[in-house]
C-alpha cells in the first residue's frame, strides 16, 4: 500500500528533543495557532524549552502573523507527545546511532501516516531508512537559528514520497520559514555545506597560531558589515556539537586536516563547549545570553552564513 501524506489541519506538530533547536522549532510551528509538544526525557531541558517559548513566543507570533500564537505543551511521555501529530521532527543530538534508536521510537509510536523528519545538519535520512517501515515518510527538514535564521534544508531520504517534499514546501511558510529543497543527497545540504568551508578554514587559521579567535571575528565584521563572526557562531550552536559534525565531514573525506578537530577537542576536553557551559572561544560570564537572542550576534549574520545555526 502506497504511503498518504497527512493533512495538517488541526492536527499537532511533535518536537523530539528540547534543546537548543528543539525549543526554537517548536516555537516557529506555535506561531499559527497550532498546537506543538515537545518531548525529552530531561525535566530540566523540558522548563528550559518550556520557559523559552513562553518568553518569545507572543512577540515571534506577532511578527509571522497568521493566527497568532498556539499552544506548546512539554512531556517526558514519548507516545503522548506523538499522539495524533502530522509532523514529528527529531532534534536530537548528531549521534547517529542516538539517531537510529530514536527514528524506531518514532516509527512504532507516531501515527501511521505522520512524516518523520530529523533537523540533522549533517547526516542524510538515507542512512536511517532501515529504521522505519515506511521510508516514504522519512525526510531531512534542517532549521538553522529560529527565530532569526529562518532557511530550512528539506531533503529527500532517497525514497520520500514527494507528496511529502511538497507538502513541507507548501506548510513551512506558515510559520514563518522558509524552505529550500536540496535536490541531491548532500551532507551539510546546501548552505551549511558552504559553511563548512569557511568555519573550517577559520578553525584552521587559529590552529596554526596565525591569528585568534577574536581577531578572525572582528576581521569578519570588518570585512562583511556584519556584527558575530564564525567563533561566536560556533559557542552558539556548541563546539561539541560542531566537533561532532566535522569528523563526520572527515570520515567521509579523509583528506581533510585535522588541525580544526584537534583544536574543537582541546575545547571540549577541558568542558568549554560554548555558550551553554558559559565559556567556549569566548567567556559570556554569568550566562545571561545562554539562550537569548542576545549578546551572541547570531541574528545578525542570518545573511553571511556566520549563524549559529551552521554547525
Do not use: C
Not at 500564537?69 to 499522539?83: F, I, N, S, W, Y
Not at 537559528?145 to 517534499?165: C, E, F, K, L, Y
Not at 520559514?177 to 577559520?202: H, L
Request: net charge negative; no cysteine; hydrophobic share 40%.
Amino acid at each position: 500500500m502506497s504511503f498518504t501524506a497527512p493533512n495538517p489541519t488541526g492536527r499537532p506538530v511533535a518536537v523530539v528533543g528540547a534543546g537548543t533547536l528543539g525549543r526554537r522549532i517548536a516555537l516557529m510551528f506555535a506561531t499559527d495557532g497550532g498546537e506543538v509538544r515537545i518531548y525529552d526525557p530531561s525535566a530540566e531541558q523540558l522548563a528550559a524549552a518550556g520557559a523559552y517559548v513562553a518568553e518569545q513566543l507572543p512577540a515571534v507570533a506577532a511578527k509571522v502573523g497568521g493566527s497568532g500564537a498556539g499552544t506548546v505543551a512539554v512531556t517526558g511521555d514519548l507516545a503522548e507527545a506523538l499522539r495524533g501529530a502530522w509532523l514529528v521532527i527529531e532534534a536530537v543530538p548528531e549521534r547517529p546511532e542516538l539517531k537510529e534508536r530514536v527514528f524506531a521510537d518514532l516509527d512504532r509510536y507516531a501515527d501511521r501516516d505522520a512524516v518523520l523528519g530529523s533537523n540533522s545538519s549533517s547526516y542524510p535520512t538515507s542512512h536511517f531508512v532501515d529504521r522505519v517501515r515506511e521510508p516514504e515518510r522519512l525526510v531531512n527538514i534542517h532549521f538553522y537559528m529560529p527565530p532569526v535564521q529562518n532557511a530550512v534544508d528539506v531533503m529527500s531520504s532517497g525514497r520520500t514520497d514527494r507528496a511529502v517534499i511538497d507538502l513541507l514546501l507548501a506548510e513551512l511558510p506558515r510559520h514563518g520559514v522558509f524552505p529550500f529543497e536540496a535536490r541531491k543527497e548532500s551532507t551539510g545540504f546546501i548552505f551549511n555545506r558552504i559553511w563548512a568551508a569557511i568555519k573550517r578554514e577559520s578553525l584552521a587559521v587559529v590552529a596554526e597560531g596565525v591569528a585568534t579567535a577574536e581577531e578572525v571575528d572582528a576581521m569578519w565584521s570588518v570585512n562583511t558589515g556584519l556584527r558575530g563572526g564564525p567563533f561566536r557562531a560556533m559557542d552558539q550552536v556548541g563546539l561539541d556539537v560542531v566537533l561532532d559534525i566535522e569528523e563526520h565531514y572527515a570520515a567521509e573525506r579523509p583528506e581533510l586536516p585535522a588541525g580544526p578537530r584537534t583544536l574543537l577537542e582541546e575545547y571540549v576536553e577541558a568542558g568549554r563547549l560554548g555558550v551553554k557551559t558559559g565559556r567556549g572561544f569566548y567567556d559570556y560570564g554569568s550566562g545571561s545570553d545562554r539562550d537569548s537572542d542576545r549578546g551572541s550576534d547570531r541574528g545578525s549574520d542570518r545573511g553571511s552564513g556566520g549563524g549559529a545555526a551552521a554547525a
